[in-house]
């Protein structure tokens, strides 16, 4: 199984690469999700590990239990051959309808079919009042005419 744009990257090819993983997450589709992720993919998110794209499966399905209303944008900070690392913020509430703003890193290594074979996030949660949310797009991927981290400020 192939998932291009494949390795080496180029700046255009880890903004495609990036923008690919945005729209998948921006799905919420947990195994569609895991299909980008080789058989035996790793992850550190947060202070959890996971390990499988089972696992990976059931990680996703647990988040967006709780995160509700769950809209991501990424940006490339950096790329050389089979690595990318990536910037990020998405918008969320709880079920009690707390907003809040997460931003994070993602350095990602993939596999030379383009599969990504290891995740190291770190997140960090920002309570955000209704009224300072950003993302209002309908839930899915974010249109094209949408601003990204930069523009935003973010």
């Not at 647990?62 to 913020?89: G, M, P, Q, S």
């Not at 350095?107 to 309570?127: C, H, Q, T, Y």
Request: some cysteine; overall charge negative.
């Amino acid at each position: 199984m192939s998932c291009p744009p494949l390795p080496p990257f180029t700046a255009e090819t880890a903004a495609q690469k990036a923008r690919l993983a945005e729209d998948a997450w921006n799905s919420r589709d947990p195994e569609r999700i895991s299909l980008a992720y080789t058989e035996d993919s790793t992850w550190r998110n947060r202070a959890e590990f996971v390990s499988g794209r089972s696992e990976i499966v059931g990680f996703l399905k647990r988040k967006w239990a709780h995160e509700l209303d769950y809209r991501l944008i990424k940006e490339v900070w950096t790329w050389n051959d089979n690595r990318i690392a990536v910037r990020f913020a998405y918008e969320w509430r709880d079920d009690s309808g707390h907003w809040f703003r997460s931003y994070g890193n993602e350095n990602w290594e993939f596999d030379e079919a383009g599969l990504m074979r290891r995740r190291v996030a770190s997140i960090n949660d920002l309570p955000i009042a209704e009224a300072d949310r950003k993302y209002h797009w309908p839930l899915g991927r974010r249109p094209d005419d949408h601003p990204g981290l930069t523009e935003l400020g973010l």
